[in-house]
């Protein structure tokens, strides 16, 4: 019985993580560039269940689950829906890559492509961070900006730099860090990214509503049915204490 209301709150406390990840991606449905997370359930190790006081034919009465763990909280990186914004500093990836931005803790990668241009002229993200193209921050020393499908830069008519579009052999090691960025693992090196630019673009999120609501729905549920399951077990051992052992 005690172990029955271990199982029960694992449970509980796995659906408390997955509607976590949930509703992070229902507030982030109008984040360009967003990136939707699943929570992944494993099992906790199955125990093997003995007859007992059997004298010397002990026999295996079967297996008996001890709960599940989110194992780990994976990004999905399926592309996005582009949008036309008309905004020459708007830029979207279509295909695999990312931008490479200067931030103070070093280099980050984002799909986000919502730039503008500063009071010095250099190209920023949302958040000001600068971003990097072959020859370090893209700065804009002109009136007119044109982006080519490449990510080369034309300033006034003339090449200026070429935007760094990366992309990674495992995205699944790369790590949010808040604010459309993405951290790479120290193993983990950037390479050549094969997707291209659209300029005046805007890439969403990759999130159904409709999809997240049904989730968010279901993990009540089954937060509810493991809840209901701890209540229970506790119900019973309630009994097994003040009635059934009373002399």
Do not use: C, W
């Not at 709150?9 to 991606?25: F, K, V, W």
């Not at 708007?90 to 200067?102: S, T």
């Not at 993990?219 to 009635?243: G, H, M, P």
């Amino acid at each position: 019985m005690i172990r029955g209301l271990y199982t029960g709150a694992s449970g509980m406390i796995a659906e408390t993580i997955r509607t976590d990840a949930t509703a992070n991606n229902l507030a982030n449905v109008n984040t360009a560039g967003y990136k939707k997370d699943v929570a992944v359930n494993t099992e906790f190790g199955e125990m093997l269940l003995y007859r007992v006081n059997d004298g010397n034919n002990t026999q295996a009465v079967g297996s008996l689950g001890r709960g599940t763990q989110i194992d780990e909280i994976a990004t999905i990186q399926a592309q996005g829906v582009t949008r036309q914004t008309g905004n020459d500093f708007d830029l979207a990836i279509e295909g695999p890559g990312f931008f490479a931005v200067e931030t103070p803790a070093g280099v980050r990668y984002t799909r986000n492509g919502t730039f503008a241009k500063n009071v010095v002229g250099d190209l920023v993200t949302q958040d000001g961070n600068r971003v990097l193209g072959q020859n370090g921050p893209v700065r804009i020393n002109g009136n007119t900006m044109t982006v080519t499908e490449t990510g080369q830069i034309l300033v006034d008519d003339l090449p200026a730099d070429q935007l760094q579009l990366v992309g990674f052999a495992d995205e699944q090691q790369l790590t949010k860090e808040g604010s459309s960025l993405y951290a790479a693992a120290p193993d983990l090196q950037p390479q050549p990214a094969a997707g291209r630019v659209l300029q005046g673009h805007i890439e969403g999120a990759n999130v159904n509503v409709v999809a997240e609501m049904v989730n968010l729905i279901n993990s009540y549920r089954t937060y509810e049915a493991n809840a209901k399951t701890v209540q229970s077990q506790d119900q019973i051992l309630d009994k097994a204490v003040n009635e059934v052992g009373r002399v």
